[in-house]
């Protein structure tokens, strides 16, 4: 699909329908009407989303306000920017409606989007200049106006006794706004603002409460829209073209590929058991410990570990005489080659259409839904509180850090609290967290390398 406008028709659409302060920052009312092509829809909404889950995996780590906004900032000139600043533009909203569509589709998907965009709206507003902000406060409607000189003065004493509490200058600013309290719920809770007869005196400094909370309420009314627009009519309409990317974005996994081992690594059969104490991830280790208990795997299983261990280096040949070493306890080699044996070729590009398939990222691995008797997916998704307790002790995992991998856990960060079990077992930071089992794995591994070395070159000293 081609453009039809030039940049700057495209550019004046998306200012019209995202409009918004002095163009830098648009508050996404309605979706520009203009035609982008099939590859930009796509690209576009995968640079956004690098931008929201770089925002998620700073906040699930507890980062200040201050390290978020300085993230933010980095994340946006990294994926968003362009050196055209209409381009840049037109790709801001463009990317914003694309996943408005991808994330209307559930309730999980919906609260999630919804909680990014708007701390990603939070950061940006609050760099802007201040004629700016005032402008996105007309923008958005705002029936508050500053607070007269009158007014002022007699609260001026209080105004100050608050900003003294939050450390600030006893110099209080000059413009105020007097809104209802359950207007800025955030402000009320930290303590900083004052309050008077069921009003909350906001300063100007603090008028990104106020706006982010009109957007935030804009964007949830506007998911639920999209949500129906979505079911009743597109999902059928573009079945064949958009359908599939909107399915596949919420999914979607942006790390190295794993379908060929790194540095040329190979594991083989007999290396697989103690591979699994120092190097598998929890996800792994359980599968490899129900394969040997059971001697099968469902077919779900086979997928995620097959696929894990053909990504650690496992060879064809050595896959298929380690499964059949296990699945010949139980149904015999003669039915394991005549039923099982073809899909571990198939996994490795030897059968079908020889494609050659690429092992299964944490996002997969979490938005899977194992059934009775099933042993795929995340435990730290998919496990009880006990069971997990218990898989996490027998990795050496116990006092805080256990508590703290249970908070994530609770918050549904898996991902970081996988993380955290990486750390805690291998003694080093991973900053940047745990995306892929094949990346845990190859990251424990050159962990462990480097202790040994250091060890080895004691020993010659």
């Not at 495209?10 to 200012?15: G, P, T």
């Not at 097959?306 to 149904?331: H, I, N, T, Y």
């Not at 259409?353 to 008797?373: E, F, H, L």
């Not at 077992?425 to 390398?449: A, M, W």
Request: proline fraction near 3%; aromatic fraction near 10%; hydrophobic fraction near 35%.
């Amino acid at each position: 699909m081609e453009i039809v406008r030039s940049h700057r028709q495209l550019a004046a659409a998306a200012a019209a329908a995202g409009g918004g302060g002095l163009g830098s920052l648009p508050t996404y009312r309605a979706a520009p009407q203009l035609e982008v092509r099939l590859e930009e829809f796509e690209l576009f909404a995968i640079d956004r989303l690098r931008v929201l889950k770089g925002i998620s995996d700073g906040l699930s780590r507890g980062k200040r306000p201050e390290e978020m906004e300085k993230l933010v900032s980095e994340l946006w000139k990294t994926h968003m920017r362009h050196q055209d600043p209409a381009e840049t533009l037109n790709k801001d909203i463009i990317s914003h409606f694309v996943l408005r569509l991808v994330y209307c589709r559930t309730e999980e998907l919906r609260k999630w989007f919804l909680s990014m965009e708007t701390t990603l709206f939070r950061y940006r507003f609050r760099l802007e200049t201040s004629e700016s902000q005032r402008m996105l406060m007309t923008e958005f409607q705002l029936p508050y106006k500053a607070l007269p000189h009158s007014e002022f003065e007699v609260v001026k004493d209080k105004l100050s006794q608050v900003a003294r509490s939050m450390g600030q200058s006893a110099n209080v600013e000059s413009v105020f706004f007097k809104v209802p309290f359950e207007e800025v719920p955030d402000l009320v809770a930290s303590r900083r603002v004052f309050l008077s007869k069921g009003y909350a005196y906001v300063a100007m400094s603090q008028v990104v409460s106020l706006v982010v909370t009109q957007f935030r309420c804009n964007i949830s009314k506007a998911l639920v829209l999209t949500n129906r627009k979505w079911t009743a009519t597109i999902k059928e309409q573009e079945k064949d073209r958009l359908t599939p990317i909107v399915e596949a974005l919420s999914n979607a996994y942006f790390g190295p590929d794993y379908s060929q081992p790194k540095d040329a690594v190979e594991i083989s059969v007999k290396d697989i058991d103690q591979l699994a104490k120092s190097s598998f991830p929890l996800c792994m280790r359980h599968m490899l410990d129900k394969l040997r208990e059971n001697h099968h795997l469902k077919h779900g299983g086979r997928m995620q570990f097959g696929l894990f261990l053909k990504g650690a280096g496992l060879k064809l040949e050595d896959a298929l005489a380690f499964w059949r070493a296990e699945f010949s306890q139980k149904v015999g080699s003669e039915r394991f080659d005549k039923e099982y044996a073809y899909s571990i070729r198939h996994n490795y590009g030897k059968e079908g259409k020889r494609t050659d398939y690429t092992p299964y990222s944490c996002q997969k691995i979490i938005s899977a839904t194992p059934g009775v008797g099933d042993h795929h997916g995340c435990p730290y998704r998919h496990f009880g509180e006990e069971n997990l307790r218990a898989a996490l002790n027998k990795m050496g995992v116990s006092g805080h850090t256990l508590e703290e991998i249970m908070d994530k856990v609770k918050n549904r960060h898996y991902q970081l609290a996988c993380t955290l079990t990486f750390e805690a077992t291998h003694g080093v930071s991973c900053d940047s967290g745990i995306n892929h089992p094949n990346q845990y794995f190859s990251e424990s591994q050159k962990v462990l390398r480097a202790k040994n070395q250091t060890v080895e070159s004691q020993s010659a000293t």
